[in-house]
């Protein structure tokens, strides 16, 4: 005898129509999974990968073109970091990428549009309050991401500093009263993932490792977040591996810097900086190196500009391994907007502290184009002193773009070509 025969035919219908709406409403009245804190989709010497800090007993589902997938957890909780981080490798078919319902940008194999910034973070220590309560003319980096965000990159390379707030609010400074410090979570939400809010969503985004990022400042939240190996790293013996992003015609080599002290000589670190430059896989596709301190710079005396700055450690290492098949150097650490264009095989270099740290007072606002020696070659530097992001377009063989300031205007407008970098005002049809 079966279960079926028990209830007539009428009431079995009934029954399965109740215990299908009871199903119906359980499943619905269960507690939906949180939303992330923040998602972003981080492109690494794997590949890309989603990651995300979450607040649940466990991580995020991942849902790429339909297939939900349980992300890995990366760090636990912990006293700082009083959430969990998360991360999942991307299939380079994917079209389609949301967390827990929250979209994610795609990446590109061949992305055509690149946003450029650096120098980000608010600075509250040694000795500087930045406003950091006025977005437009005291800490502008919410404005430059949403200007940013606006171009539709393809994707985004940071070149480090993301964290500047290292000690509490002065009593009674109003510029930042109410801000958060130190190396924990509330401190990051601030400084990067609330302003920089429309970028993360915009793009995929390359990180590099700033001296703001060291073990003595931001190392703890840089290794658990953003660092691109597969573990996250513990301070104090943390170093972030180089690693290579294939961009489709160019590659680009991303070195940490974080250590290199800009004037004082330290074999070990030339030692290891000459390691990562030698490992760059030698072949015919141009390289652009990026790494947050630039190996030349500009320095002041009194009012003049001239090119005896830089870093005394990386370039001591370029001179062991040399720059071979080194098309361009990307680079911040500098809070402005420089480019060089070497005389000889120099490759160019290309400098964007801008994104909203304070700036140097002397730097000057209006473009200006110098002809010096810097470390002994002739070079053209073109130099600017605003806040504003960069942005580059494959133009064919060539890449094309400039800076825009806050007012989003173009300022100066470069090409690279044939591994030289020429920079300049723009002409009026581009403004």
Not at 11 to 27: E, Q, W
Not at 309 to 320: D, K, L, P, S
Not at 418 to 430: F, I, K, T, V, W
Request: aromatic fraction near 8%.
């Amino acid at each position: 005898m079966t279960c079926a025969s028990l209830v007539p035919g009428a009431d079995m219908r009934a029954l399965a129509s109740i215990l299908f709406s009871l199903v119906f409403s359980l499943a619905f009245s269960l507690p939906a999974t949180a939303a992330p804190l923040a998602a972003w989709v981080e492109v690494t010497g794997r590949g890309a990968e989603v990651r995300a800090v979450t607040e649940a007993d466990t991580c995020p589902m991942l849902t790429v073109d339909g297939r939900r997938v349980r992300m890995r957890e990366r760090a636990a909780p912990n006293e700082t970091f009083a959430n969990r981080m998360c991360d999942a490798p991307l299939p380079k078919t994917a079209r389609r990428i949301s967390v827990e319902g929250q979209r994610l940008p795609v990446p590109k194999a061949r992305p055509n549009r690149l946003v450029i910034l650096g120098d980000s973070g608010c600075r509250i220590g040694a000795g500087v309050t930045q406003n950091c309560n006025d977005p437009v003319a005291g800490w502008p980096f919410a404005k430059v991401a949403a200007l940013a965000a606006a171009q539709k990159p393809d994707l985004v390379i940071h070149v480090g500093d993301y964290y500047y707030r290292e000690k509490p609010c002065p009593d009674g400074a109003a510029a930042c009263q109410g801000s958060p410090f130190g190396d924990r979570w509330p401190t990051w939400k601030a400084e990067l993932f609330a302003p920089g809010a429309p970028l993360l969503k915009a793009a995929p985004w390359i990180f590099a490792r700033g001296n703001h990022e060291d073990c003595k400042r931001g190392g703890r939240g840089w290794f658990r977040l953003l660092d691109a190996d597969r573990e996250a790293q513990a301070c104090p013996t943390g170093y972030s591996t180089p690693f290579m992003v294939d961009l489709g015609g160019v590659r680009l080599a991303i070195l940490d810097s974080a250590m290199p002290d800009d004037a004082k000589p330290q074999p070990d670190e030339v030692a290891l900086f000459a390691k990562a430059l030698a490992a760059i896989p030698p072949g015919p596709t141009p390289v652009w190196m990026v790494t947050h301190r630039p190996l030349w710079a500009l320095s002041h005396n009194g009012a003049t500009l001239g090119g005896d700055w830089g870093n005394v450690n990386e370039r001591a290492a370029a001179q062991a391994s040399g720059l071979k098949g080194v098309q361009l150097l990307i680079a911040g650490h500098v809070h402005n907007f420089t480019s060089f264009d070497f005389a000889g095989d120099r490759p160019p270099e290309l400098i964007v502290g801008t994104g909203g740290d304070v700036q140097d007072p002397r730097d000057l606002p209006p473009v200006t184009t110098l002809h010096l020696a810097v470390d002994g070659v002739q070079t053209e530097a073109v130099t600017l002193g605003r806040f504003g992001y960069f942005v580059l377009d494959r133009k064919g063989k060539d890449w094309v773009g400039g800076f825009h300031d806050l007012s989003d205007a173009l300022i100066v407008a470069c090409r690279l070509h044939a591994g030289r970098l020429s920079c300049g005002a723009p002409p009026p049809d581009a403004l």
